[in-house]
């Protein structure tokens, strides 16, 4: 925490911190004192102007919880008016060991235990969403076999430029950048390699790819626990894991495999995503737990983590990623895209605080 420019008077560092004791983080209902979230206080004692800088974007959100946030510290203090900032500064896990993820504060894996579970299409969309709310964001379509992200990016085939015939420089679509094996190869081209190549094309591709300035690399995983997940999950300097799964039992199951995998790597996971969890009737309206209900929410409890979201089983969905412009850009104000933002920024805020959780914070209060 840094402290800085308090005016002589009634404006001290262990008033305004008290205040924040009983003020809570939107996402992780933490108070704000205790996440450290206090940058700056001026003000003559009665009129005051409070910077906070929380460690995920929320670009969407920002005015509101200005706003919230400002009521509950004038009451708190008992002054006549409070004005707040507040800023959004993403912190970063991943060590500079590699010279291609040098400049990339976190790499997030979006696994989940079996296909078919909309996985791809959480991961671009989640992307897209992260950077709707101010993030520098990259996706790395780790699925060697199935490669999906080129299409639903809107891309198709378009080649990477080679620099120094060494680095790949990534594709960038909507605001994001983006690497996958879709762009080297021809869609009608099957990848038919044995687990050591496939797993050797996967690190070429991580280690050779000029990501540049990142807030988040998020890499969009292949199904299932084997040899190339393990070793991703190994070899790149992993954040954290999100997992998607859908309400159904056997889809439950296969997820829970991919907890205990991250788990054995010592990879947080961050939270769960239930995708599928409702049908909603385009002609009558009527709502259908098509593939059971609440599964996402038992799992999360049982590993205690957060249920980060559940999504419909929606047409337009599917529609949008196939159409090259997935939800969070095709109609940005939808009830869908809100729930990817949502989405979005919990796993920021949960990421942030496991990150708040490996370091050892320093304090520095100055007062002039």
């Not at 790949?168 to 690497?179: C, L, R, T």
């Not at 737990?289 to 799992?299: D, S, V």
């Amino acid at each position: 925490m840094f402290f800085k420019g308090f005016s002589k008077g009634k404006v001290n560092a262990d008033g305004v911190l008290q205040a924040l004791t009983k003020v809570s983080d939107p996402i992780l209902g933490k108070d704000l004192a205790s996440l450290g979230a206090l940058c700056e206080v001026t003000g003559n004692g009665a009129d005051l102007n409070v910077v906070l800088t929380l460690g995920y974007p929320f670009a969407s959100q920002q005015a509101q919880w200005q706003g919230h946030i400002a009521e509950q510290l004038k009451s708190a203090l008992g002054v006549n008016s409070v004005n707040v900032e507040l800023r959004s500064e993403v912190v970063g896990s991943t060590p500079g060991d590699l010279e291609s993820l040098s400049g990339v504060k976190n790499i997030v894996a979006v696994g989940s235990g079996k296909g078919g579970v909309g996985k791809s299409t959480t991961s671009v969309n989640l992307a897209l969403a992260l950077a709707s709310e101010g993030a520098k964001v990259g996706l790395l379509d780790a699925d060697i076999y199935g490669p999906s992200q080129p299409q639903m990016l809107g891309v198709g085939k378009k080649e990477p430029q080679i620099i120094d015939n060494k680095f790949m420089v990534p594709i960038e679509a909507h605001g994001i950048k983006s690497n996958s094996m879709g762009y080297l190869v021809n869609e009608q081209t099957p990848m038919v390699w044995r687990g050591p190549m496939a797993s050797g094309a996967l690190q070429q591709m991580v280690n050779q790819t000029q990501w540049g300035e990142l807030d988040y690399l998020l890499i969009d995983m292949p199904p299932g626990t084997g040899d190339i997940q393990l070793t991703l999950s190994q070899s790149v300097p992993l954040s954290g894991a999100v997992i998607v799964t859908t309400p159904q039992d056997i889809a439950l199951h296969d997820a829970k495999k991919g907890v205990e995998m991250f788990h054995k790597v010592n990879v947080p996971v961050l939270g769960i995503v239930e995708n599928m969890a409702i049908h909603v009737c385009s002609q009558c309206g009527h709502e259908e737990h098509i593939f059971g209900q609440g599964g996402g929410e038992r799992m999360a409890k049982q590993y205690q983590t957060a249920l980060l979201g559940s999504l419909p089983l929606a047409l337009d969905i599917r529609e949008d990623a196939d159409g090259g412009k997935p939800s969070v850009v095709a109609n940005p104000t939808s009830k869908v895209s809100e729930m990817y933002k949502e989405i979005a920024r919990r796993v920021g805020a949960q990421l942030w605080s496991v990150n708040q959780a490996r370091a050892t914070p320093t304090i520095e209060i100055s007062e002039d």
